[in-house]
């Protein structure tokens, strides 16, 4: 392989920093696959066969007493991604020959779509084994009894033996952000059960916007109505918008590209605030926070997909910014205060994909750069002996027992994908859900 080295200075102008140094690629991408097969091999070590590994106490998390092998599932299509084979084909094995979703337990949908229905769809179209399609239907089916609310927006739990749902009081994201995965399910078995449902409770989401154009942060499925009128581009709304948009260049439809160009509308009218993102009232478009955090830096990577590059950039100063205030991003900012609100980080990759995102789409070296800034703060604040473990405080660096799926599906496959060689991933040919599963657009 060609050594790739870029030599750069790149000054940001939001936060005055500066980076300064040679860019080598190749090294870069390396260590990533070596920090992965560190995290992996300590989940291996302590937590083999269940949900999550606990790094500090050296233990395992079960999402809902039983495992549904999320670390596996959600892992996956990264080793094959970094070309681990051995690795790759040892946990292929181990996830046909053990996941079995005939359980008693009640799942959170929308978590269960992103990482493990989005993971196996991926798993399938990467390897072409058809048992992961098989087990995609059967959890797509056992999934379908959320979409029976009034609405047809879903509830937010549904138990996976006996269909029988829960929680009417729900958010966007979790109501709109199902229809790459369904949708996904459908083009492969040929059957648009899942597609039409997913879609009908997109649809709903966006008809009960508010007059002028902005969704709430929580509304009840059976009646309609909103119980939280905040509205933001974080937790709780985020990958609505995100799928609005992708699911247009995913599957050309044009209703959700429709509803995209909307949206965003609205979105930089009532809740862009400078070089940042806020809150705002969804019904009379007033200030309410002036808040961004770990989860709202997903959005230059939209921004940069929908073609407004020039917001993309000054937005990913802004969270370029957030990050150094401690050296490693907290869960929520307040930029007009300047100061942290909520300390937490949970080994999030959102920063980390609208860097891969911009670099994709500009080649400008400063992204490869910023990335490499973001991943040595990383290594150093999130590293353990074992593993890597989420931070309960940003500023004192003190570490929480949580190591949740999505560093291997995400955070760790976004630094790979910025560091490695340009024809790692087509990115113009895919789209990634929002646990950063690739799918290939359908033409």
Known sequence: MRRIVFALCVVCVICGSSFAQEVNRQKLATEVKTEFLHAWDGYKKYAWGHDDLKPLSKTYHDWYGQSLLMTPVDALDTMIIMDLQDEAATTKRYILANLSFDKDIEV???????????????????????????????????????????????????????????????NPAETGTLLIEFGTLSKFTGK???????????????????????????????????????????????SYYEYLLKCWL??????????????????????????????????????????????DAFFPAVLALSGDLNRARHLQESSLSMWDVAGIEPEEYDYRARKITSPGYPLRPEIVESTYYLYQFTKEPRYLAMGEHLWHDFVRNCRTDDAYAAL??????????????????????????????????????VIFNTEAHPIKKFK
């Open 192 to 238: 648009p059960v899942y597609y039409n449902k997913a879609k009908r409770a997109l649809v709903a989401t966006f008809n009960h916007r508010s007059k002028i154009g902005l969704v709430g942060e929580w509304i009840n499925v059976e009646t309609g109505e909103w119980t939280n009128t905040d509205s933001h581009i974080s937790g709780a709304i985020d």
């Open 108 to 170: 959170q949908n929308f978590e269960i779509t992103i990482r493990l229905l989005g993971g196996l769809l991926t798993n399938y179209q990467l390897t072409g084994d058809r048992r992961f399609l098989k087990l995609a239907e059967d959890l797509g089916n056992r999934l379908l009894p959320v979409f029976n609310s009034p609405t047809g927006m879903p509830y937010r739990y549904v138990n996976l033996k006996t269909g029988k749902t829960r929680d009417p009081i729900s």
């Open 392 to 429: 309960k405080n940003v500023t004192t660096k003190e570490k929480s027992d949580s190591m949740q799926s999505f560093l291997f599906a995400e955070t760790f496959k976004y630094f790979y994908l910025l560091f490695a060689p340009p024809h790692t991933v087509d990115f113009r040919n």
């Open 250 to 295: 995913l599957f050309g439809d044009r209703d959700c590209k429709r509803m995209w160009e909307e949206s965003i509308v609205a979105i930089n009218k009532y809740l862009a605030d400078g070089s940042w993102y806020g809150h705002a009232d969804m019904d009379t478009g007033a200030r309410r926070a002036t808040t961004y955090g770990a989860l």
